[in-house]
């Protein structure tokens, strides 16, 4: 059975800074995929980054490119997104997901998800 948990949002002050933590039980290599995705209130979900497991290679998009890392512990089973520099518009529900497909080049069918963890940021 697979499981994600997430870890480590808050609120802080514009120009803040959090660090998320996923940790992650029973995946196996077919879940080639992980990633980080967030859904504010009254707006659809979307992707924030993602990272091929077996390279490490990471994929960013554009709103939080320079500014939030992900990254890997595969000793630990354990997603990170470090996130800097944040502004208001990041507050958001955000999840942990893992799937198996394309990651960083295409589609990816993101068949698991954390139940989330809240980042507000003030102004």
């Known amino acids: 059975q697979v499981q994600l948990v997430e870890s480590g949002g808050g609120s802080v002050q514009a120009g803040g800074s959090l660090r998320l933590s996923c940790v992650a039980s029973?995946?196996?290599?077919?879940?080639?995929?992980m990633g980080w995705f967030r859904q504010a209130p009254g707006r659809e979900r979307e992707g924030v980054a993602r990272i091929l497991r077996g390279s490490g290679l990471t994929y960013y998009d554009d709103a939080v490119k320079g500014r939030f890392t992900i990254s890997q512990d595969n000793a630990k089973n354990t997603l990170y997104l470090q996130m800097n520099s944040l502004k208001p518009e990041d507050t958001a529900m955000y999840y942990c997901a893992a799937g198996r497909g394309f990651c960083i080049a295409g589609r990816t069918d993101f068949g698991y998800w954390g139940q989330g963890t809240q980042v507000t940021v003030s102004s």
């Open positions: 029973g995946l196996t290599a077919s879940s080639n995929c």
